[in-house]
């Protein structure tokens, strides 16, 4: 193997081209126009365009144009795809990956759970045709939350059915999926396992239950709750279906247990490197790309090394939870990695955060002796993470950390949600004083003039105000003094109490951080009338118009949907707010959407 081709974007891409680079080889990728210029183009040795990220025979092409004589496929897209990798098998070249056959076999989610049945590993019960509440729908090919339902009643199992199958098409291109019962408040509980040469080993668990519409937000490794015996049964089941299925390469074996682990059930097999393979990285002190570079070479995968410690990591979204969590876009104005942990990152200061990917932004990763210390490690360096210009679930998962049940390692897959409205973080009440301040300096005819009371108003804040050394804002009044501007970041004091605050701009836009908090300060917008009709439903996100249920005329009651956005595949519905009249609307599916765009207004 001489030349690689890394078939993905984003963090996995930059991470994959390091370990390539760093074992001597030649690296190419693909890309498509929205990340003509994003990071893991300049990562790698050379970048070929593409129409989409899922166009198996335009990558092989690539690869074949870049002189590649293998191919990694990274995690998402194409991964999990058979067809893709018997394509690159096909084309005489290396596939990083299980054999296509296994890829196959484990991405069918019936199937695999019948292997796992004849191997003697522990699997849960099947709905079947009378089902009993709760159940949940899956897809069967895919996985990462995409394609899945929770379903508790009766009536929501059908429009749980359609949806689900909508979401698996769009993300693998499959709409199958499978409905199961549903355990109640279980761990989510993973096995990675390396295979090659005859040889398949296990490197421990990782904990992954902290999660949030079945998307993983924090994972760390070790479990809390795996004692040593129960890691040598759930190790041994994990290699027991890999070899089961023949597999070969990085994969990872996920169960479900309940709240004590006193017992384990099969989940799925992601037949591909994770998200949060970075943990088992720093607990073992194992390159897993270089694993899978190497297996695919011919190579046995290295002895197991002992465990050290605990590592920790949390994914950092461009979504916004002072928003319903929904997806968030702009450009990455300012970008600075906290010290003493590991960042993998696929932005830059400049980054532009769309709509058409998922909305992953970096890992953030603490590794300490012990549980607590890696707590504390990830909590400081979120906070020290500045990712300014775009809303980031930094500062919630900052509360996450923090809430007793995940100090004391309890957590189930179920906690987030449970807590979630207590979860989310108030904005720090100095930041809007901070940001009329840094506004107010720099207007540089006020402070040079300083003719009378410097007055604003800003979208979503109402008036700020500076006199003197006085500022007024959200109905209070501060005194402040502030040194210069120096690197992107000022240091502002307010009332007595002196902070570092990151400062940067974007247009008539100010944007103030600290701490994994952000405020936007934008002049508020006098004319109103953008609004088509008045009382316009806007845009809570930009995205696609993904279904229209409703016509100009139509009569809806309170809470019927009007119509479906998809945003980062994601699908929001649009309700009634009231019983009502259609009108304003002029959308079609497949039409784009801006954030805060009138969509349909309901008339009395």
């Known amino acids: 193997m001489d030349a690689l081709l890394i078939a993905n974007r984003g963090e996995i891409a930059v991470r994959v081209a390091a370990t390539a680079h760093r074992l001597g080889l030649r690296t190419a990728t693909v890309f498509t126009d929205p990340d003509s210029d994003a990071p893991h183009v300049d990562a790698a040795d050379s970048a070929i365009r593409v129409e989409s990220y899922l166009d198996a025979a335009a990558i092989v092409e690539a690869a074949r144009a870049a002189g590649a ?3 990694h496929p990274g995690y998402g897209f194409l991964s999990e795809n058979a067809a893709f990798a018997r394509a690159v098998v096909d084309a005489g070249l290396t596939w990083v990956g299980p054999p296509p056959d296994a890829i196959e076999l484990m991405g069918d989610k019936a199937r695999a759970k019948q292997l796992a049945r004849e191997a003697g590993v522990p699997t849960v019960p099947d709905a079947g045709e009378d089902p009993q509440f709760p159940v949940i729908v899956k897809a069967v090919a895919g996985g990462g939350g995409k394609g899945m339902r929770v379903v508790r009643r009766q009536e929501e199992l059908e429009p749980a059915l359609d949806a689900a199958r909508r979401e698996a098409q769009a993300a693998f291109g499959d709409s199958r999926v ?4 549903y355990v109640e408040r279980p761990r989510h509980i993973e096995v990675q396992v390396l295979a090659g040469g005859g040889r398949v080993i296990h490197l421990g668990e990782r904990e992954c239950s902290l999660q949030r519409r079945h998307q993983k937000v924090v994972e760390e490794a070790p479990s809390p709750a795996v004692d040593p015996a129960l890691r040598e049964q759930i190790g041994a089941a994990a290699v027991a279906l890999a070899e089961a299925c023949g597999y070969e390469g990085a994969g990872t074996v996920e169960f479900i247990a309940p709240l004590d682990a006193s017992s384990f059930y099969f989940l799925e097999m992601n037949t591909r490197i994770q998200v949060e393979h970075t943990v088992t990285e720093l607990v073992y002190g194992v390159d897993l790309v270089e694993q899978q570079l190497r297996i695919a070479a011919g190579e046995p995968p290295a002895p197991r090394g002992e465990p050290r410690g605990h590592a920790i990591e949390a994914r950092i979204y461009a979504e916004d939870p002072a928003n319903g969590f929904l997806p968030a876009t702009g450009t990455v104005l300012r970008y600075r990695e906290p010290a003493g942990v590991r960042v993998d990152s696929g932005i830059r200061e400049g980054s532009v955060v769309g709509t058409s990917f998922d909305p992953m ?11 607590a210390t890696a707590l504390r490690r990830l909590d400081r360096a979120l906070g020290e993470l500045e990712v300014v210009g775009v809303a980031t679930s930094a500062a919630f998962t900052r509360a996450l950390l923090r809430h007793d049940a995940v100090r004391a390692g309890t957590q189930d897959t179920g906690l987030l949600e449970r807590v979630l409205d207590e979860l989310i973080p108030e904005r720090p009440a100095d930041l809007l004083p901070a940001a009329a301040v840094a506004a107010f300096l720099a207007d540089t005819e006020a402070v040079t003039t300083k003719s009378g009371p410097w007055r604003r108003r800003l979208e ?11 500022v007024t804002a959200d109905g209070r009044t501060w005194t402040w003094a502030a040194g210069p501007e120096r ?8 009332d007595g109490t ?9 247009g008539q836009a100010l944007w103030v951080a600290r701490d994994g908090h952000q405020l936007e300060a934008r002049p508020e917008r006098t004319d109103r009338a953008h609004s088509a009709v008045q009382g316009s439903l806007e845009a ?11 016509a100009n005329g139509d009569t809806v009651s309170e809470g019927e949907v009007l119509l479906v956005l998809e945003s980062m595949k994601m699908e929001l519905a649009i309700t009634a707010p009231a019983d009502g009249t259609v009108d304003g609307l002029d959308l079609r599916p497949g039409d784009k959407v801006a954030l805060r765009q009138p969509l349909v207004a309901v008339l009395p």
């Open 487 to 494: 690197e992107g970041t000022r240091r502002i004091t307010l």
């Open 69 to 71: 004589d293998a191919v």
């Open 498 to 506: 002196s902070r570092r605050y990151a400062i940067a701009r974007d």
């Open 178 to 181: 499978l409905v199961e019962h």
């Open 540 to 550: 809570p996100m930009p995205g696609t118009v993904l279904l229209v249920h409703v």
């Open 460 to 470: 979503g804040a109402g008036e700020v105000r500076v006199a003197g050394d006085a």
């Open 361 to 371: 932004l970096a890992k953030v990763v603490a590794h300490g002796d012990d549980r």
